[in-house]
């Protein structure tokens, strides 16, 4: 009996472990510019607008569907038809609701479908990083990143020691990866069109002032800045290496 009791006190131990959490919401106190910046797309900025309109058109179809989904009654014109021919009187087509069943299947679809278009956004949304800053140590304190999302209003977001933090290379150069300890998914971090201490920068500019600043854990190659053939002058790709 007390050997179960140990092994039930070490696995609600390692549950508490795994499930802990070093996230601690807060607001940014500028004195400088942030280290990073970046304009959440249109549609993340919108992400409850869009959610509002998600709703209305999902109902809509739900009601639509339910109370209006009919199908053609036959009304015996074919049979009248054969019985008197030309003469056969004719009467106007009449419809009538599909089964239940059919109405209900097609509704809890729309109902999905408008749940995981809502469900999408939102996800996305908290997980767009805008705003990143390293914070010094302070008292027993290590260093820390402070990062805010798309949802975040004003100067608000999230603390994170960074130690407990991991950045990850994406998909190209033009985005990283955020992760932290004990907390479900990652983070997003866009370098297009980003702000560098309040200077627009390069997506090569920016990921390089952040792993100066870093200090952290990375993983990935971490691929080093593309050569640009000697004999273009001027134009995008000259401009996209500064």
């Not at 209900?104 to 995981?116: D, F, K, P, Q, V």
């Not at 990921?207 to 100066?212: G, P, V």
Request: proline share 6%; net charge positive.
């Amino acid at each position: 009996m007390q050997s179960a009791l140990k092994r039930t006190s070490r696995f609600s131990q390692l549950f508490r472990l795994r499930s802990a959490k070093f996230g601690v919401p807060s607001t940014l106190v500028e004195t400088q510019p942030p280290l990073f910046q970046k304009t959440s797309p249109w549609w993340a900025r919108w992400a409850w607008g869009l959610i509002a309109c998600d709703v209305f058109l999902t109902g809509s179809a739900i009601e639509l569907t339910y109370k209006h989904w009919s199908t053609l009654v036959s009304d015996l014109e074919n049979s009248a038809a054969k019985l008197y021919g030309e003469d056969a009187p004719t009467k106007p087509k009449d419809y009538a609701l599909r089964p239940s069943w059919q109405r209900l299947g097609l509704c809890a679809a729309h109902l999905t479908l408008g749940a995981g278009v809502a469900a999408a956004l939102l996800v996305t949304q908290v997980r767009l990083v805008r705003t990143i800053a390293i914070l010094p140590p302070s008292g027993n304190e290590p260093r820390r990143v402070f990062i805010q999302c798309a949802h975040n209003f004003k100067k608000n977001g999230i603390i994170f020691p960074i130690n407990k933090c991991t950045l990850k290379e994406g998909r190209n150069e033009t985005e990283m990866i955020f992760r932290a300890t004990g907390e479900r998914g990652h983070w997003h971090i866009g370098l297009e069109d980003a702000i560098v201490r309040g200077q627009p920068a390069s997506p090569v500019k920016a990921r390089a002032a952040i792993l100066a600043d870093w200090g952290g854990k990375r993983v990935g190659h971490w691929t080093p800045k593309v050569t640009v053939d000697s004999r273009w002058k001027s134009g995008p790709v000259r401009r996209a290496e500064r």
